[in-house]
C-alpha cells in the first residue's frame, strides 16, 4: 500500500480548499452543521476537532436533512463560518448568507454556479465537491473525506483525523465496489496509515470479524449468497467440521482463527461461488489506536457503531466516539442493539404484510409511520438484495416523516452502470409534487407532501424509463 501511486487532486481544488482555511482562520466562532450517519458523524468530528485546535468558539448541529428550517437556521447563524459537512452541496443556491463552507460529495445543486469576476475575491462562499472536479462522490470519496482535506489544508498535523475519513467512506460502503477504497478515498487512506492509524489486510469481508461468533460471521454473510452455508447455521457447522476447524462455538470469531484456517476456509468458498468469490474477498481495515473486540476497532464495526448512534438520535455519543472518548461505547452498543431490532422487524413488516408494490420501471413499498425514516434507506437497500424485491427494478420505500413524506430510493450497480441516476430522479421528481430530493446515483431520498405519493411515483416512473431508453 505504501508504494501504490495515488490520484492526485486537481488544482482548483487545492485552490478552494485554501480559501476556505484561511476563512477559517481569520474567523472567531464557527457553526458546525453535519450529517447523523457514520460518514457524516465522522465528517462533523474532524470539523469539530479541527476547528477546536484553532482555538475558534465553536458548535455543533446533526441534521437529518437539509430542511427549509435548516436553510434558515444556517443563514441566520451568528457565527462568523458556518461549515457544513456530509450536507449541502444540493442546496448551495439556498444559502444567501457569506461565511459558508460546504464539505460534501451528493450531487451538487445545478442552479449554483459560482461567479467568475473580479467579485469572487470578496465572495466566502466554499464548496469543496468532487463532482465539481468530474469525480463520482458515491465511490470515489466521501464527506469525511473531503471535510479531511480541508482540515489538513487548515493544518498538515491534523493527518492524525484521516482515520475518521476511512470509516466514513466505509461506513458510506464506498469500498464495496471493487472491495477496497478507491481514487480519493485512496489519498485520505494513505494519510491515515502513514499516521500510523490504520492498517490493511486481504480477508473476507463480511461483517463481524471481531463482533460476531464464526458461525455468524459466516451465517449472515449473504452478498452474494454461499450455498449450503449463507442463511444455513446448521450448514455452517457442518462446513466447519469438514475443515476441521473446532472450538467454542459460542466464543471462537474469524480474528481467532490461525492464517492457514482462515485461508483453508476462503479456498473452501471460492469453490462453492468461484464466479463471485470477488465480491466478497477484499481489503478490510482496523484502527490501530484501539484494542481487538473493543467495537472500535474494525473499520466495519466501528462505522456501524456510528450509523446506528445516529439513527437512534444519539449522534452526540458518536462525536464522543470519533473524538477518542471510549467510555461512550457503553450508549454506543446499546444503540447498536436498538438498530438491529429495529431493522430485522422492520424487514419483517415488509414481508410479513406483503408491501411490496410493483410498477412497469419500478417497485416500492409504503410503511406509514412503522418504520423509522432514519433507518428506512437501509431496509430498502436490504430488500433490494433479498428474494422479496426484484434486483433488476430500483425499490422506493416511503414513510411518514415530520415534514411529510420520506422516500428513499436504491438502485443495483448494474442499473446505475446501465444509465439510471437516482440523484437526478429523485430531486427532479420531487420537484415536480412540490418537495425536494437528491442524493447519489445508486442511493438517494426526498422529502414530498403528504398525498403526493402516487404523483410521485407517475414522474418517476416516466423518468426511469427515459434515463434507460425504454419511452
Given amino acids: 500500500m505504501n508504494a501504490e501511486r495515488v490520484p492526485e487532486l486537481p488544482g482548483n481544488l487545492l485552490s478552494e480548499a485554501a480559501r476556505a482555511a484561511a476563512l477559517l482562520r481569520s474567523a472567531e466562532s464557527v457553526l458546525i452543521v453535519t450529517h447523523i450517519d457514520a460518514d457524516g458523524i465522522t465528517a462533523g468530528s474532524i470539523a469539530f476537532e479541527t476547528v477546536r485546535r484553532l482555538g475558534k468558539e465553536h458548535r455543533i448541529t446533526f441534521e437529518k436533512k437539509i430542511t ?8 441566520s447563524a451568528e457565527e462568523d463560518v458556518v461549515w457544513v459537512c456530509d450536507l449541502g452541496s444540493a442546496y448551495m443556491s ?4 457569506q461565511g459558508i463552507i460546504v464539505t460534501d460529495h451528493h450531487v451538487p445543486d445545478p442552479d449554483w454556479r459560482r461567479g467568475q469576476s473580479m467579485l469572487d475575491a470578496f465572495d466566502s462562499k466554499y464548496q469543496m465537491n468532487p463532482h465539481l472536479h468530474g469525480h463520482d462522490g458515491s465511490h470515489e470519496v466521501c464527506g469525511a473525506g473531503m471535510t479531511y482535506l480541508l482540515s489538513r489544508t487548515v493544518d498538515p498535523a491534523n493527518i492524525d483525523l484521516a482515520y ?3 470509516i466514513g467512506a466505509v461506513g458510506d460502503f464506498q469500498d464495496s465496489r471493487e472491495g477496497r477504497l478507491l481514487s480519493w478515498n485512496r489519498i485520505v487512506l494513505q494519510d491515515a496509515i502513514a499516521a500510523g492509524d490504520i492498517s490493511i489486510e486481504t480477508g473476507l469481508r463480511f461483517f463481524g470479524r471481531e463482533s460476531r461468533s464464526l458461525i455468524q460471521f459466516l451465517e449472515y454473510g449473504d452478498d452474494p449468497r454461499i450455498p449450503g452455508i449463507s442463511g444455513d447455521r446448521e450448514g455452517c457447522v457442518s462446513f466447519l467440521d469438514g475443515l476441521g476447524i473446532t472450538g467454542d462455538r459460542g466464543q471462537l470469531t474469524w480474528v481467532d482463527l490461525s492464517q492457514e484456517e482462515r485461508e483453508k476456509v476462503a479456498s473452501s468458498i471460492r469453490s462453492l461461488i468461484p464466479d463471485e468469490f470477488g465480491r466478497i474477498m477484499g481489503e478490510v481495515y482496523t484502527v490501530n489506536r484501539y484494542a481487538p473486540k473493543s467495537g472500535m476497532h474494525d473499520v466495519k464495526e466501528f462505522s456501524t457503531v456510528l450509523n446506528s448512534c445516529g439513527r437512534y438520535d444519539d449522534a452526540e455519543t458518536g462525536l464522543r466516539l470519533c473524538l477518542g472518548d471510549a467510555s461512550a461505547l457503553r450508549d454506543a452498543e446499546r444503540n447498536r ?19 411490496m408494490r410493483r410498477r412497469s420501471t419500478l417497485q416500492y413499498f409504503e410503511a406509514g409511520d412503522v418504520i423509522r425514516e432514519t433507518v428506512v434507506g437501509v431496509v430498502a437497500g436490504m430488500l433490494l ?10 425499490i422506493f420505500a416511503f414513510v411518514e416523516a415530520d415534514d411529510g413524506i420520506k422516500v428513499s430510493a436504491r438502485v443495483t450497480r448494474e442499473l446505475s452502470d446501465a444509465g439510471l441516476d437516482l440523484s437526478a430522479l429523485m430531486h427532479d421528481a420531487a420537484e415536480k409534487v412540490g418537495g425536494m ?8 431520498g426526498a422529502t414530498i407532501p403528504e398525498g403526493t405519493v402516487e404523483a410521485f411515483l407517475d414522474a418517476a416512473e416516466g423518468m426511469i424509463a427515459a434515463q434507460l431508453g425504454k419511452e
Fill in 385 to 394: 438484495g433479498s428474494e422479496a424485491a426484484d434486483p433488476g427494478l430500483p
Fill in 337 to 355: 442493539r436498538e438498530h438491529r431490532k429495529s431493522i430485522s422487524q422492520a424487514l419483517s413488516y415488509v414481508k410479513d404484510n406483503h408491501l
Fill in 164 to 166: 475518521l475519513g476511512v
Fill in 68 to 75: 427549509d428550517e435548516t436553510v434558515t437556521m444556517i443563514n
Fill in 437 to 444: 430530493g437528491g442524493g447519489h446515483s445508486v442511493a438517494a
Fill in 94 to 97: 439556498m444559502f444567501t448568507r
